[in-house]
């Protein structure tokens, strides 16, 4: 077990730029979540799978951003044309039960500067 | 929704000496989790404790303990002899209905040796 794997762990891009990152929850784990945490704030939820579906989506996820799971294992957040307010860290956790009875497991993050 | 508050953004404490963090909570769900959570400055965020709304104890996990006062809606974090690599962001965070974890906006502890 080698816990949640998030890559790259920097990215600096051009405003305008698509950027990818992707994460690798722990194997056994059936639900994932994204986060985005800004400087000095506490992590703020963006979207939620469940195996492959995509169960829940936060009204911070614009038109630009994209997340898949397409296999139940990996997943992506895909940012499109990207700005400055997007610059952040974003986060991956995952878990094999309900928030409601135990923890969740995150990454080390994958932080974006939009320049 | 749920909502958490964190009051102080930042905390000073002696190294080995105990300190309490603050985090209220606000939630309409019937059923919901507490967490505390340290992020230190490499940006993980580390697991420290659970708390059930349906526990009778207060959850405890080494030097970590969580004060859960319900009625006052309230899930403060104390870490007993405090220790130079526990200088971290803390963040309190809630779960319920809602399939994930709200955070607060933490609190900033610095252990002074």
């Known amino acids: 077990d080698t816990g949640v794997s998030q890559n790259p762990r920097h990215k600096i891009t051009k405003r305008g730029q698509n950027v990818t990152f992707r994460c690798d929850p722990i194997s056994e784990h059936n639900r994932l979540y994204w986060y985005r945490q800004t400087l000095g704030q506490g992590p703020e939820f963006l979207t939620y799978?469940?195996?492959?579906?995509?169960?829940?989506k936060s009204r911070l996820l614009s038109d630009r951003f994209s997340a898949e799971r397409p296999k139940g294992s990996f997943s992506t957040l895909e940012i499109q044309r990207t700005e400055q307010g997007d610059s952040a860290m974003y986060l991956c956790a995952s878990s094999s039960i309900s928030p409601n009875t135990g923890e969740l497991f995150f990454g080390e993050g994958s932080r974006l500067t939009v320049l | 929704a749920q909502k958490i508050t964190q009051t102080q953004p930042g905390m000073f404490v002696q190294e080995k000496e105990a300190v309490t963090l603050d985090c209220t909570y606000d939630t309409s769900d019937p059923s919901y989790g507490l967490f505390w959570y340290k992020q230190p400055s490499s940006g993980e965020m580390i697991f420290l404790i659970y708390?059930?709304?349906?526990?009778?104890q207060n959850a405890t996990e080494g030097r970590y303990s969580l004060n859960f006062q319900k009625a006052r809606k309230s899930a403060n974090l104390v870490i007993s002899a405090s220790q130079l690599g526990d200088s971290a962001m803390y963040f309190c965070a809630c779960s319920g209905s809602a399939r994930q974890l709200t955070f607060g906006s933490g609190t900033q502890l610095t252990v002074l040796p």
């Open positions: 708390q059930g709304s349906y526990d009778q």
């Open positions: 799978f469940q195996n492959e579906a995509q169960l829940e």
